[in-house]
């Protein structure tokens, strides 16, 4: 028995929903367990690929449990959307689903003021949201007048809720955004109907979990975005609202941190980010190119294009720190099958100093300019390998020199998209290590 925690070591997107997906053969239960519909998780089997915002990417696993805990902020209709576009694609959700009742809900609102807080936002200061309702949700939550699941379910509760959020929003609306309200009446007609739609799932996660550990599964919590884009450990302000690094698993889902196992960081053999904010070692040039272009780095939730750059041990070492990684998963290897030469960035130069550690302040971070130490590219296709012998030589040299570098060994290497397309060092869950 092992319960696992799947965090991003950069800024998201690394490739969680793929590792998820695989590791969910081993798993009996797969939580969700903060962030909302600004993840967006893809996974590809075959021919097939399943892009999933809300649901844990073990859904594709007959059998096996999903979660979505306390400490996700749910947007109903996506959900909704998600579960109908699962079910027409063949894949019942009989029983397999749970949605916290403490689990708080986007509101039409929380979009209107995400989009109005962005839309006031000058040049530099933008965020480039998602779009979602994230923020505002979990300012809600904190300011503590938000609607939970518990209260989406029971329409005399959700009435009263509704009424007084409205009458708030409205007031806000109107005179900080000079923008319209919203209908009380509207909103719990809409929100009503999709309550009593989820009300079947909505159930005591935390309870289900704890018993689930009793009986010995193995529990595998799923993170979304990334350790730089945590709201405490990121690079405020350009980050999201919750907590992205491991100890939102304990917190977002209602499990304690003596019964976490092992955290395993899934790491990109290079960078990327979306939306805005500082990233010292972003490429705007052609090699920049060739990785968006090669990586397909557009945002799966937005559409956006990723802004692409070299890998930064910096920022790696640091996630080793703040999440306590116990094993890595670097993916998207075959990305850099046309490099000549690659580069690391393992320290940055900040007004003549040097600097190895991240620095805490958010205009020192902005200044820092990349110092690269250059390694030869292999110039040869990974793409689909298995077994790290049939890697190229220098492929197998930029593996274990990241793994150096960063002081955590790798427990698998993707080198595709597909489940399929993946080197096991080691099993995560059994904890048995090869040494690469
Ligand atoms: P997540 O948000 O961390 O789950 O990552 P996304 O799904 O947003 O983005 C990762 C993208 O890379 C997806 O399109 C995956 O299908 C793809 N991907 C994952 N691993 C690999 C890999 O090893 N190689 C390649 N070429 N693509 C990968
Ligand atoms: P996954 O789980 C990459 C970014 C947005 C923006 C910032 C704040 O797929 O890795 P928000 O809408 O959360 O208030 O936006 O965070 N962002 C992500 N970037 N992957 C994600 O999720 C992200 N979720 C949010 O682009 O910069
Ligand atoms: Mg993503």
């Known amino acids: 028995m092992a319960n696992i925690v799947i965090i991003g070591s950069q800024w998201g997107d690394e490739g969680k929903g793929k590792i998820v997906d695989l590791l969910t053969a081993e798993a009996d239960v797969v939580v969700r367990y903060q962030g909302g519909a600004n993840a967006g998780h893809t996974v590809v089997i075959g021919s097939h690929q399943y892009i999933l915002h809300l649901m844990p990417s073990g859904i594709l696993h007959p059998g096996k449990k999903c979660v979505i805990g306390?400490?996700?902020v749910i947007d109903p209709?996506?959900?909704l959307e998600e579960m109908d576009g699962l079910e027409s694609r063949g894949i019942g959700l009989g029983d397999s689903l749970m949605i916290s009742k403490n689990a708080h809900?986007?509101?039409?609102?929380h979009k209107a003021l995400d989009g109005a807080a962005e839309a006031r936002r000058s040049g530099g200061s933008k965020i480039g949201t998602t779009g979602r309702g994230i923020g505002p949700c979990y300012a809600e939550k904190m300011e503590r007048?938000?609607?939970?699941i518990s209260d989406l379910v029971n329409p005399e509760l959700l009435r009263a809720k509704v009424d007084q959020n409205v009458a708030e929003v409205n007031f806000l609306l109107a005179r900080i955004y000079e923008m319209d309200g919203f209908d009380a009446n509207q909103v719990f007609e809409e929100y009503a109907a999709y309550g009593k739609r989820l009300a079947p799932f909505a159930g005591d996660a935390s309870l289900y979990l704890h018993t689930a550990k009793q009986a010995g599964k193995n529990i595998l919590f799923e993170g979304a975005q990334g350790t730089m884009l945590d709201i405490d450990h990121g690079t405020y302000p350009f980050v999201t609202s919750s907590s992205s690094t491991a100890g939102g698993a304990c917190t977002g889902a209602g499990f304690g941190p003596t019964h976490i196992d092992?955290?395993?960081?899934?790491?990109k053999a290079y960078t990327t980010r979306v939306g805005a904010g500082p990233f010292p070692t972003e490429l705007l040039d052609k090699t920049g190119d060739l990785l968006q272009s090669r990586g397909r780095e557009v945002g799966a939730t937005t559409g956006r294009r990723r802004r692409c750059g070299w890998f930064d041990a910096v920022v790696v070492r640091y996630a080793a720190r703040v999440n306590g990684l116990t094993g890595l998963c670097l993916t998207k290897l075959d990305v850099l099958d046309e490099c000549e030469k690659i580069m690391i960035c393992n320290a940055y130069k900040y007004k003549g100093e040097i600097l190895r550690e991240m620095p805490n302040e958010p205009h020192v971070f902005a200044a820092c300019e990349p110092i690269y130490e250059v390694v030869p590219g292999w110039m040869a296709q990974t793409l689909g390998k298995t077994s790290m012998h049939d890697l190229p030589q220098?492929?197998?040299?930029?593996?274990?020199?990241?793994?150096?570098?960063?002081?955590?060994p790798f427990a698998m290497v993707s080198t595709g998209p597909d489940r399929d397309e993946t080197i096991i060092n080691f099993n995560p869950f059994s904890w048995q290590r090869e040494v690469i």
Not at 105 to 109: E, L
């Open 70 to 72: 306390n400490g996700v």
């Open 77 to 79: 209709a996506t959900l």
């Open 105 to 109: 809900v986007i509101m039409p609102w």
């Open 145 to 148: 007048s938000g609607i939970r």
């Open 262 to 267: 092992g955290v395993l960081g899934i790491v």
């Open 394 to 408: 220098a492929a197998q040299d930029y593996v274990k020199r990241l793994q150096d570098d960063i002081g955590v």
